[in-house]
């Protein structure tokens, strides 16, 4: 079954606004990652979040991690057209290097 | 810039037919990985592989089969390709095997077996 589920699986916002992604997990993790996916490519790697860590930044990028929860949010601030995309969640676990990806929220950022 | 490269964007292929798509990387990464992408069931990880010569099963290997006789190169092989193999294919490689690491992606290949 699916390690990673993200939620909503789609949002439509307008450019300026900020958008807020969710993911859930089921079991321990070691570290929790985000990627996008512009349609038709290839993922690319956003920003890793270790499980004794509870909020990174990245320019734009907000991510926090509780880890009781089992559960992650990545939060877009004053998007863009541009950030129109889908974005994964993904987890690793014991089984060491391999991830699991979750279904994905697609994105649209409305000029 | 890290680099993986997948042999085909777009393929097209009959019933039957043995298919082989390949992904190169050029950052001597140890890990190599090849996913399946559907609508509405994410990415699937199909083989990954360690090192050279080394191959693991993934969550859905039925079908497929891989080969990884350099460290650079990845091929993922459909001894039989079936219609419900048609899907978008991602190739990905990742440095180390001591802990998860990011994952580097190619552009993918979108296969259609007709």
């Known amino acids: 079954s699916q390690q990673g589920e993200e939620d909503p699986q789609a949002l439509s916002i307008q450019e300026g606004e900020n958008a807020t992604m969710n993911c859930s997990y089921k079991t321990s993790i070691n570290n929790l990652q985000w990627y996008r996916q512009n349609s038709g490519r290839g993922l690319v790697h956003l920003i890793l979040?270790?499980?004794?860590?509870r909020e990174k930044h990245s320019g734009r990028l907000r991510v926090t991690l509780d880890t009781s929860k089992k559960s992650s949010s990545l939060l877009i601030t004053a998007s863009r057209a541009a950030d129109t995309a889908s974005y994964f969640c993904a987890t690793d676990g014991a089984s060491g290097s391999r991830l699991t990806f979750g279904e994905g929220t697609q994105l649209t950022v409305n000029p | 810039d890290v680099k993986v490269t997948q042999s085909s964007r777009y393929l097209v292929k009959r019933t039957g037919e043995k298919v082989f798509l390949e992904c190169v990387q050029d950052?001597?990464?140890?890990?190599m990985f090849w996913y399946r992408q559907d609508p509405g069931l994410g990415l699937r990880l199909i083989y990954f592989s360690y090192d050279v010569k080394m191959k693991e099963k993934g969550d859905i290997p039925e079908g497929y089969s891989v080969s990884r006789e350099k460290k650079e190169r990845f091929s993922l092989i459909l001894e039989s390709a079936s219609t419900n193999q048609t899907s978008m294919y991602l190739c990905?490689?990742?440095?180390?095997?001591?802990?998860?690491?990011?994952?580097?992606f190619g552009p993918g290949t979108r296969l259609t077996v007709l």
């Open positions: 950052m001597d990464h140890e890990n």
């Open positions: 979040i270790r499980s004794n860590e």
């Open positions: 990905a490689s990742s440095p180390g095997t001591s802990r998860v690491r990011e994952q580097f």
